[in-house]
């Protein structure tokens, strides 16, 4: 899944759990699960440059999401939700180091990414597009239902 919605379903969460070390292994728990259900994602072998060009636009657009969101919460959980957010991405980031080190750190990490990212995919395969599209728009409008609830 792509990194905006993680970053959303990990802000959510941080309006129910306001334990910082328990919301950081929520959300990253989580990321694992949204992880299961078909979806799209971009390419991320095609080259470096524009590879990062996608992950820093999906980042902002998270981003500029929350920061909307933010402005209903009072500072203490302003601080937990981005808490949160940031943790719902950290899996991706361990895979990204996975990646960078070309396999030499983190092959756990990945090899359990995968797992649950080929639980209902296979791997190597796409579900349809619009089923994929469809997933993440769903995770997106709950995080936000309950980001606004
Ligand atoms: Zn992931």
New binding site residues.
Partial sequence: ?ILAP?MLVGAALATYIHHPALLALSASSV??L??VAPHWEYAITSSKRTTAYKIIADIATGLFIIFFVLQRFDSPEQALILWGAFFGIV??GL?AIYFFSRGKYLRRQMQF?VFW?TLIVPKETDPPRWLGIMTEVIVVAIALFLLLR
Avoid: A, T, V
């Fill in positions: 899944m993680h990321h694992y949204l992880d899996p991706d895979s990414h990212h």
